[in-house]
Protein backbone atom coordinates (compact mmCIF):
# COMPACT_ATOMS: atom_id res chain seq x y z
CA UNK A 1 0.00 0.00 0.00
CA UNK A 2 1.02 3.69 -0.78
CA UNK A 3 2.69 5.40 1.89
CA UNK A 4 0.02 8.05 3.97
CA UNK A 5 1.31 11.51 2.00
CA UNK A 6 0.17 14.58 4.43
CA UNK A 7 0.59 18.23 2.69
CA UNK A 8 0.85 21.04 4.86
CA UNK A 9 0.22 24.26 2.57
CA UNK A 10 2.14 22.42 -0.32
CA UNK A 11 0.32 22.02 -3.84
CA UNK A 12 -0.70 19.70 -5.80
CA UNK A 13 -1.14 16.59 -3.77
CA UNK A 14 -2.60 13.57 -5.37
CA UNK A 15 -4.51 10.33 -4.17
CA UNK A 16 -6.50 8.38 -1.48
CA UNK A 17 -3.24 8.24 0.47
CA UNK A 18 -2.34 12.39 0.79
CA UNK A 19 -4.19 14.87 2.48
CA UNK A 20 -4.23 18.32 2.40
CA UNK A 21 -4.16 20.21 5.85
CA UNK A 22 -2.79 23.47 7.30
CA UNK A 23 0.56 24.51 9.23
CA UNK A 24 -1.37 25.92 11.55
CA UNK A 25 -4.20 23.33 11.67
CA UNK A 26 -5.44 20.81 13.74
CA UNK A 27 -4.38 18.09 11.61
CA UNK A 28 -1.70 15.93 13.47
CA UNK A 29 1.46 14.37 11.57
CA UNK A 30 1.46 11.44 13.10
CA UNK A 31 -1.46 9.28 11.19
CA UNK A 32 1.15 10.03 8.26
CA UNK A 33 3.98 8.36 6.83
CA UNK A 34 5.45 11.02 4.75
CA UNK A 35 4.98 14.97 5.60
CA UNK A 36 5.89 17.45 3.04
CA UNK A 37 5.61 21.29 4.13
CA UNK A 38 5.68 24.70 1.91
CA UNK A 39 6.65 27.26 4.46
CA UNK A 40 6.36 29.82 2.05
CA UNK A 41 2.87 29.04 1.59
CA UNK A 42 1.96 28.97 5.27
CA UNK A 43 3.38 32.52 5.75
CA UNK A 44 1.94 34.10 2.80
CA UNK A 45 -1.42 32.86 4.02
CA UNK A 46 -0.75 33.88 7.37
CA UNK A 47 0.70 37.06 6.71
CA UNK A 48 -1.87 38.18 4.17
CA UNK A 49 -4.29 40.85 6.00
CA UNK A 50 -1.47 42.21 8.51
CA UNK A 51 0.38 45.45 9.16
CA UNK A 52 4.15 46.04 8.72
CA UNK A 53 6.76 46.66 11.67
CA UNK A 54 10.27 47.52 10.46
CA UNK A 55 9.51 45.90 7.08
CA UNK A 56 8.31 42.93 7.63
CA UNK A 57 4.54 41.54 8.75
CA UNK A 58 3.38 42.92 12.15
CA UNK A 59 0.14 40.12 13.03
CA UNK A 60 -2.91 41.24 14.83
CA UNK A 61 -2.98 39.46 18.63
CA UNK A 62 -5.02 36.68 17.57
CA UNK A 63 -2.77 36.08 14.10
CA UNK A 64 -0.25 36.18 16.56
CA UNK A 65 -1.37 33.60 19.40
CA UNK A 66 -1.86 30.94 16.34
CA UNK A 67 1.01 31.21 14.67
CA UNK A 68 3.25 30.82 17.63
CA UNK A 69 1.38 28.35 18.65
CA UNK A 70 1.59 26.02 15.89
CA UNK A 71 5.59 26.90 15.26
CA UNK A 72 5.48 25.38 18.89
CA UNK A 73 3.48 22.24 18.25
CA UNK A 74 5.04 21.87 14.60
CA UNK A 75 8.27 22.21 15.85
CA UNK A 76 7.21 19.54 18.47
CA UNK A 77 5.61 17.26 15.99
CA UNK A 78 8.21 17.09 13.76
CA UNK A 79 10.75 15.70 16.27
CA UNK A 80 8.77 12.85 17.11
CA UNK A 81 7.86 12.29 13.90
CA UNK A 82 11.11 12.08 12.92
CA UNK A 83 12.59 9.59 15.59
CA UNK A 84 9.37 7.19 14.80
CA UNK A 85 11.50 6.86 11.95
CA UNK A 86 9.57 8.80 9.15
CA UNK A 87 10.27 11.48 6.30
CA UNK A 88 9.80 15.56 6.52
CA UNK A 89 10.10 16.90 3.03
CA UNK A 90 10.59 20.96 3.20
CA UNK A 91 10.63 23.07 -0.21
CA UNK A 92 13.53 25.15 1.31
CA UNK A 93 12.90 28.96 1.51
CA UNK A 94 14.52 31.86 2.93
CA UNK A 95 13.83 32.99 6.08
CA UNK A 96 9.88 33.80 7.00
CA UNK A 97 10.27 36.61 9.37
CA UNK A 98 7.67 38.35 11.28
CA UNK A 99 6.76 40.60 13.90
CA UNK A 100 4.61 38.37 16.52
CA UNK A 101 2.49 40.30 19.32
CA UNK A 102 4.13 39.15 23.09
CA UNK A 103 1.07 39.89 24.67
CA UNK A 104 2.55 42.48 26.70
CA UNK A 105 0.92 46.10 26.17
CA UNK A 106 2.40 49.42 27.69
CA UNK A 107 0.64 52.58 28.27
CA UNK A 108 1.62 56.46 28.38
CA UNK A 109 -0.83 59.15 28.64
CA UNK A 110 -4.27 59.93 29.54
CA UNK A 111 -7.82 60.36 28.58
CA UNK A 112 -7.63 61.20 24.87
CA UNK A 113 -3.70 61.45 24.34
CA UNK A 114 -3.51 57.71 26.26
CA UNK A 115 -1.24 55.66 23.83
CA UNK A 116 -0.90 51.63 23.78
CA UNK A 117 1.97 50.20 22.36
CA UNK A 118 1.75 46.84 21.60
CA UNK A 119 4.81 44.51 22.31
CA UNK A 120 5.97 42.29 19.82
CA UNK A 121 9.08 40.22 19.20
CA UNK A 122 10.95 39.13 15.77
CA UNK A 123 9.39 34.81 14.53
CA UNK A 124 10.91 33.42 11.60
CA UNK A 125 8.53 30.15 10.49
CA UNK A 126 11.45 28.25 10.01
CA UNK A 127 12.06 27.99 13.76
CA UNK A 128 9.67 25.12 13.31
CA UNK A 129 12.32 23.14 11.64
CA UNK A 130 13.72 20.00 13.59
CA UNK A 131 16.90 20.52 12.50
CA UNK A 132 18.96 23.30 11.82
CA UNK A 133 20.24 23.11 7.98
CA UNK A 134 22.53 26.13 8.43
CA UNK A 135 23.00 29.49 7.10
CA UNK A 136 19.62 30.22 4.72
CA UNK A 137 19.02 33.22 2.75
CA UNK A 138 16.97 34.28 0.12
CA UNK A 139 18.42 33.99 -3.74
CA UNK A 140 16.64 32.40 -6.76
CA UNK A 141 17.10 30.98 -10.20
CA UNK A 142 16.96 27.36 -12.27
CA UNK A 143 20.97 26.91 -12.78
CA UNK A 144 21.13 23.76 -10.69
CA UNK A 145 23.71 21.09 -10.27
CA UNK A 146 22.48 17.39 -8.92
CA UNK A 147 25.34 15.92 -6.45
CA UNK A 148 26.06 12.29 -5.47
CA UNK A 149 24.33 8.95 -6.54
CA UNK A 150 21.34 7.11 -4.70
CA UNK A 151 17.64 7.53 -5.09
CA UNK A 152 17.06 11.14 -3.90
CA UNK A 153 19.81 12.51 -6.53
CA UNK A 154 18.51 10.48 -9.22
CA UNK A 155 14.39 12.16 -8.46
CA UNK A 156 16.34 15.19 -8.74
CA UNK A 157 18.41 15.02 -12.08
CA UNK A 158 14.85 13.36 -13.29
CA UNK A 159 12.96 16.70 -12.59
CA UNK A 160 15.53 19.38 -12.77
CA UNK A 161 14.22 20.77 -15.16
CA UNK A 162 10.83 21.63 -12.86
CA UNK A 163 12.63 22.91 -10.13
CA UNK A 164 14.02 26.31 -9.60
CA UNK A 165 15.72 27.35 -5.95
CA UNK A 166 14.05 30.28 -3.98
CA UNK A 167 17.24 29.58 -1.13
CA UNK A 168 20.66 28.87 -0.79
CA UNK A 169 22.83 26.94 2.33
CA UNK A 170 25.77 28.23 2.69
CA UNK A 171 28.14 25.96 5.09
CA UNK A 172 25.25 23.43 5.88
CA UNK A 173 25.24 21.30 8.48
CA UNK A 174 23.27 18.82 6.21
CA UNK A 175 24.49 16.88 2.93
CA UNK A 176 24.13 18.67 0.00
CA UNK A 177 22.43 17.18 -3.16
CA UNK A 178 21.90 19.80 -5.10
CA UNK A 179 23.80 23.53 -5.07
CA UNK A 180 23.97 26.50 -7.44
CA UNK A 181 26.06 25.33 -10.83
CA UNK A 182 29.75 26.58 -10.19
CA UNK A 183 29.23 27.42 -6.65
CA UNK A 184 29.20 25.87 -2.91
CA UNK A 185 25.33 26.88 -2.42
CA UNK A 186 23.36 24.32 -1.76
CA UNK A 187 19.79 24.09 -2.76
CA UNK A 188 18.96 20.88 -1.79
CA UNK A 189 19.53 18.98 1.03
CA UNK A 190 19.01 15.57 3.11
CA UNK A 191 20.11 14.30 6.84
CA UNK A 192 18.78 11.38 9.13
CA UNK A 193 17.87 11.97 12.58
CA UNK A 194 18.39 9.27 15.46
CA UNK A 195 15.22 7.12 14.98
CA UNK A 196 15.86 6.39 11.19
CA UNK A 197 13.73 9.57 10.60
CA UNK A 198 14.70 11.28 7.40
CA UNK A 199 14.73 15.26 6.52
CA UNK A 200 14.61 15.92 2.84
CA UNK A 201 14.89 19.87 1.36
CA UNK A 202 14.06 20.02 -2.13
CA UNK A 203 13.83 23.35 -4.28
CA UNK A 204 10.31 24.75 -4.95
CA UNK A 205 8.64 23.11 -8.57
CA UNK A 206 7.76 25.28 -11.36
CA UNK A 207 4.13 23.82 -11.95
CA UNK A 208 0.91 26.07 -12.12
CA UNK A 209 -2.21 25.35 -12.82
CA UNK A 210 -3.28 25.46 -16.77
CA UNK A 211 -6.27 25.12 -18.60
CA UNK A 212 -7.47 21.62 -19.68
CA UNK A 213 -6.54 21.90 -23.30
CA UNK A 214 -9.40 19.36 -24.08
CA UNK A 215 -11.61 22.29 -23.04
CA UNK A 216 -10.12 25.10 -23.84
CA UNK A 217 -12.53 27.65 -24.98
CA UNK A 218 -15.40 25.69 -23.28
CA UNK A 219 -17.41 28.14 -21.12
CA UNK A 220 -16.82 25.14 -18.34
CA UNK A 221 -12.97 24.84 -18.74
CA UNK A 222 -11.41 24.57 -15.47
CA UNK A 223 -7.80 25.06 -14.36
CA UNK A 224 -5.93 21.87 -13.57
CA UNK A 225 -2.33 21.31 -12.67
CA UNK A 226 -0.21 19.55 -15.31
CA UNK A 227 0.34 15.71 -15.36
CA UNK A 228 3.70 15.98 -14.11
CA UNK A 229 2.69 16.78 -11.00
CA UNK A 230 1.38 13.72 -9.88
CA UNK A 231 4.39 12.18 -11.32
CA UNK A 232 6.80 14.08 -9.22
CA UNK A 233 4.52 13.17 -6.21
CA UNK A 234 5.04 9.71 -7.17
CA UNK A 235 8.53 9.57 -7.79
CA UNK A 236 8.83 11.40 -4.61
CA UNK A 237 7.56 9.14 -2.38
CA UNK A 238 9.56 5.88 -4.30
CA UNK A 239 12.42 7.56 -4.04
CA UNK A 240 12.23 7.66 0.14
CA UNK A 241 10.72 4.35 -0.08
CA UNK A 242 14.06 3.25 -1.85
CA UNK A 243 16.40 5.02 0.60
CA UNK A 244 14.50 4.71 3.90
CA UNK A 245 12.83 1.17 3.02
CA UNK A 246 10.12 3.00 4.79
CA UNK A 247 7.02 1.34 4.63
CA UNK A 248 3.72 1.48 5.79
CA UNK A 249 2.66 1.02 9.32
CA UNK A 250 0.46 -2.19 9.68
CA UNK A 251 -2.03 -2.51 12.43
CA UNK A 252 -5.45 -4.07 11.17
CA UNK A 253 -8.72 -3.90 12.69
CA UNK A 254 -7.99 -7.06 15.38
CA UNK A 255 -4.87 -5.70 16.72
CA UNK A 256 -7.58 -3.32 18.63
CA UNK A 257 -8.32 -6.31 20.54
CA UNK A 258 -4.68 -6.45 22.41
CA UNK A 259 -3.15 -3.91 24.35
CA UNK A 260 -0.06 -3.74 26.64
CA UNK A 261 -0.50 -1.58 29.30
CA UNK A 262 2.07 1.08 28.46
CA UNK A 263 -0.78 1.46 25.19
CA UNK A 264 -4.06 1.68 27.24
CA UNK A 265 -2.41 4.35 29.18
CA UNK A 266 -1.16 6.26 26.40
CA UNK A 267 -4.35 6.08 25.13
CA UNK A 268 -6.07 7.37 27.96
CA UNK A 269 -3.57 10.55 27.95
CA UNK A 270 -4.66 11.02 24.45
CA UNK A 271 -8.29 10.72 25.52
CA UNK A 272 -7.82 13.32 27.89
CA UNK A 273 -5.66 15.90 25.81
CA UNK A 274 -8.75 15.55 23.02
CA UNK A 275 -11.44 16.31 25.37
CA UNK A 276 -9.47 19.15 26.79
CA UNK A 277 -8.68 20.09 22.70
CA UNK A 278 -12.35 19.98 22.01
CA UNK A 279 -13.19 22.19 25.01
CA UNK A 280 -10.64 24.77 24.09
CA UNK A 281 -11.93 24.58 20.87
CA UNK A 282 -15.29 25.91 21.47
CA UNK A 283 -14.21 28.40 23.86
CA UNK A 284 -11.77 29.38 21.02
CA UNK A 285 -14.83 29.55 18.43
CA UNK A 286 -17.18 30.91 20.82
CA UNK A 287 -14.42 34.22 21.59
CA UNK A 288 -13.87 34.29 18.07
CA UNK A 289 -17.35 34.84 16.98
CA UNK A 290 -17.56 37.71 19.40
CA UNK A 291 -14.84 39.22 18.47
CA UNK A 292 -16.08 39.34 14.97
CA UNK A 293 -19.18 40.69 16.23
CA UNK A 294 -16.84 43.71 17.76
CA UNK A 295 -14.92 44.06 15.06
CA UNK A 296 -17.62 44.54 12.52
CA UNK A 297 -18.77 47.46 14.07
CA UNK A 298 -15.76 49.24 12.88
CA UNK A 299 -17.03 48.98 9.40
CA UNK A 300 -18.86 52.23 10.12
CA UNK A 301 -15.57 53.90 9.85
CA UNK A 302 -13.45 51.54 7.05
CA UNK A 303 -16.05 50.31 5.06
CA UNK A 304 -18.33 51.17 2.05
CA UNK A 305 -21.41 49.41 0.63
CA UNK A 306 -23.19 46.39 1.89
CA UNK A 307 -20.88 46.10 4.93
CA UNK A 308 -21.13 49.61 5.88
CA UNK A 309 -24.68 49.82 5.03
CA UNK A 310 -25.37 46.45 7.63
CA UNK A 311 -23.71 48.21 10.49
CA UNK A 312 -25.98 51.42 10.22
CA UNK A 313 -28.32 49.30 10.20
CA UNK A 314 -27.65 47.54 13.39
CA UNK A 315 -26.77 50.85 14.74
CA UNK A 316 -30.46 52.11 14.21
CA UNK A 317 -31.73 49.13 15.67
CA UNK A 318 -29.52 49.81 18.98
CA UNK A 319 -31.06 53.07 18.77
CA UNK A 320 -34.48 51.90 18.93
CA UNK A 321 -35.40 51.81 15.70
CA UNK A 322 -37.01 49.13 12.95
CA UNK A 323 -35.19 49.04 10.09
CA UNK A 324 -36.95 47.97 6.47
CA UNK A 325 -34.62 46.70 3.63
CA UNK A 326 -34.84 49.14 0.68
CA UNK A 327 -37.40 48.09 -2.00
CA UNK A 328 -35.67 46.33 -5.58
CA UNK A 329 -34.13 48.89 -7.73
CA UNK A 330 -33.77 51.48 -4.60
CA UNK A 331 -30.99 52.12 -2.24
CA UNK A 332 -33.16 54.19 0.65
CA UNK A 333 -33.63 52.78 3.96
CA UNK A 334 -36.71 52.92 6.04
CA UNK A 335 -36.75 53.00 9.93
CA UNK A 336 -39.99 53.51 12.20
CA UNK A 337 -38.66 54.47 15.45
CA UNK A 338 -42.37 54.14 17.27
CA UNK A 339 -44.26 56.45 14.82
CA UNK A 340 -41.72 58.49 13.89
CA UNK A 341 -40.57 57.20 10.46
CA UNK A 342 -36.84 57.87 8.82
CA UNK A 343 -34.74 57.45 5.54
CA UNK A 344 -31.64 57.18 5.04
CA UNK A 345 -28.43 57.50 2.49
CA UNK A 346 -25.69 55.84 3.52
CA UNK A 347 -22.43 56.19 1.68
CA UNK A 348 -18.95 55.14 1.90
CA UNK A 349 -16.15 57.67 0.48
CA UNK A 350 -12.54 58.30 0.51
CA UNK A 351 -12.87 62.49 -0.02
CA UNK A 352 -15.76 64.52 1.85
CA UNK A 353 -19.67 64.05 1.58
CA UNK A 354 -21.24 66.04 -1.86
CA UNK A 355 -24.17 67.53 -2.62
CA UNK A 356 -25.02 64.94 -4.87
CA UNK A 357 -25.49 62.76 -1.80
CA UNK A 358 -27.90 64.63 -0.57
CA UNK A 359 -29.69 65.42 -3.17
CA UNK A 360 -30.37 61.78 -3.16
CA UNK A 361 -31.57 61.47 0.36
CA UNK A 362 -34.11 64.49 -0.63
CA UNK A 363 -35.35 62.20 -3.86
CA UNK A 364 -35.70 59.06 -0.95
CA UNK A 365 -37.59 61.60 1.50
CA UNK A 366 -40.26 62.76 -1.61
CA UNK A 367 -41.00 59.38 -2.54
CA UNK A 368 -41.58 57.94 0.55
CA UNK A 369 -43.61 61.38 1.35
CA UNK A 370 -45.75 60.60 -2.04
CA UNK A 371 -46.38 56.50 -1.17
CA UNK A 372 -47.70 57.61 2.50
CA UNK A 373 -48.38 61.20 2.93
CA UNK A 374 -46.18 61.76 5.51
CA UNK A 375 -42.78 63.28 5.41
CA UNK A 376 -40.04 61.14 7.18
CA UNK A 377 -36.73 62.67 8.77
CA UNK A 378 -33.64 62.47 5.91
CA UNK A 379 -30.73 60.87 7.51
CA UNK A 380 -26.97 60.95 5.61
CA UNK A 381 -24.67 58.72 6.82
CA UNK A 382 -21.33 59.18 5.08
CA UNK A 383 -18.24 57.66 5.93
CA UNK A 384 -15.93 60.12 4.93
CA UNK A 385 -11.89 60.25 4.18
CA UNK A 386 -12.14 56.10 4.54
CA UNK A 387 -9.37 55.56 3.52
CA UNK A 388 -7.35 57.78 5.60
CA UNK A 389 -6.17 56.32 9.43
CA UNK A 390 -8.53 58.26 11.90
CA UNK A 391 -5.78 60.77 12.98
CA UNK A 392 -5.63 61.95 9.64
CA UNK A 393 -9.14 62.85 8.70
CA UNK A 394 -8.81 66.44 9.43
CA UNK A 395 -10.30 67.60 6.35
CA UNK A 396 -14.32 68.80 6.53
CA UNK A 397 -16.32 66.14 6.21
CA UNK A 398 -19.85 68.12 4.52
CA UNK A 399 -18.88 71.13 2.48
CA UNK A 400 -20.20 74.68 3.21
CA UNK A 401 -22.09 74.79 0.10
CA UNK A 402 -24.26 71.53 0.88
CA UNK A 403 -24.70 72.45 4.77
CA UNK A 404 -27.68 75.37 4.12
CA UNK A 405 -29.54 72.82 1.92
CA UNK A 406 -29.82 69.91 4.06
CA UNK A 407 -30.24 72.44 6.82
CA UNK A 408 -33.37 73.69 4.95
CA UNK A 409 -34.85 70.42 3.92
CA UNK A 410 -34.46 69.03 7.81
CA UNK A 411 -31.89 66.69 6.82
CA UNK A 412 -29.35 65.24 9.49
CA UNK A 413 -25.72 64.79 8.58
CA UNK A 414 -23.61 62.78 10.25
CA UNK A 415 -20.16 60.80 9.29
CA UNK A 416 -19.73 56.30 9.86
CA UNK A 417 -17.45 57.43 12.42
CA UNK A 418 -19.79 59.65 14.69
CA UNK A 419 -22.44 57.09 14.15
CA UNK A 420 -19.39 54.52 15.73
CA UNK A 421 -19.08 56.77 18.72
CA UNK A 422 -22.63 56.68 18.97
CA UNK A 423 -22.57 53.25 19.11
CA UNK A 424 -19.84 52.85 21.54
CA UNK A 425 -21.51 55.68 24.13
CA UNK A 426 -24.94 53.39 24.35
CA UNK A 427 -22.57 50.53 24.60
CA UNK A 428 -21.52 52.23 27.92
CA UNK A 429 -24.31 53.30 28.78
CA UNK A 430 -27.65 51.51 27.24
CA UNK A 431 -29.97 54.62 29.08
CA UNK A 432 -28.17 57.25 26.02
CA UNK A 433 -29.95 55.74 23.32
CA UNK A 434 -33.04 57.55 23.74
CA UNK A 435 -30.69 60.81 23.70
CA UNK A 436 -29.37 59.71 21.06
CA UNK A 437 -32.20 59.13 19.14
CA UNK A 438 -33.98 62.21 19.84
CA UNK A 439 -30.54 64.30 18.79
CA UNK A 440 -30.88 62.85 15.05
CA UNK A 441 -34.39 62.97 14.80
CA UNK A 442 -34.04 66.68 15.61
CA UNK A 443 -31.06 67.91 14.21
CA UNK A 444 -31.01 69.59 10.97
CA UNK A 445 -27.91 70.24 9.77
CA UNK A 446 -24.51 68.83 10.89
CA UNK A 447 -24.80 66.82 13.81
CA UNK A 448 -23.27 68.33 16.47
CA UNK A 449 -22.02 67.36 19.88
CA UNK A 450 -20.50 63.73 19.00
CA UNK A 451 -17.85 62.92 21.73
CA UNK A 452 -14.16 62.74 20.15
CA UNK A 453 -13.61 59.36 18.62
CA UNK A 454 -10.39 59.10 21.15
CA UNK A 455 -12.51 58.41 23.91
CA UNK A 456 -13.52 54.84 22.51
CA UNK A 457 -10.79 54.20 20.10
CA UNK A 458 -6.81 54.10 21.40
CA UNK A 459 -4.58 54.84 18.66
CA UNK A 460 -1.55 51.60 18.81
CA UNK A 461 1.94 51.55 17.91
CA UNK A 462 4.41 48.73 17.97
CA UNK A 463 7.42 47.97 19.97
CA UNK A 464 10.06 45.39 20.66
CA UNK A 465 10.69 44.81 24.05
CA UNK A 466 13.01 47.43 25.54
CA UNK A 467 12.81 50.23 22.84
CA UNK A 468 11.18 52.34 24.30
CA UNK A 469 7.73 52.20 22.82
CA UNK A 470 9.46 53.60 19.65
CA UNK A 471 8.62 51.98 16.07
Not at 442 to 457: C, E, N, Q
Request: proline share 4%; glycine share 8%; with cysteine.
Amino acid sequence: MALRLLSLDFDPVYGESATRATFTGDVSVFDYDVVIWDPERTFSETTQYSDSYKGLPSLSETRSAELRSAVERRHSEFVGFLKAGRSLVVVLRPPQACYVATGQVEYSGTGRNARQTRIVTRLDLLDALPVDLGAISIGSGDRIEVLGDGPLPAFLRKYRADLTYAATVVAPTATALARVQGTDRAVSLHTTVDGGGLLFAIPDTVYDLEVNEDLEGDDEAELEWPERAAEFQTDLIASIEALTGQSEINRPAWADTYTTSAERAAREKVAKQQASVERARRALTKSQEELSRVEALNQLYLGTGRTLELQVRNVMAILGGTVREPEPGRADWHVDFGGTTAVLEVKGVTKSASEKNAAQLEKWVAGAFETSGVSPKGILVVNTWRDRPLAERIDVDFPAQMIPYSTARGHCLLTGLDLFVIASDIQRDSKRAERWRRKILTTAGRLDGVPDWRDFIREESTSEPGNGGKK
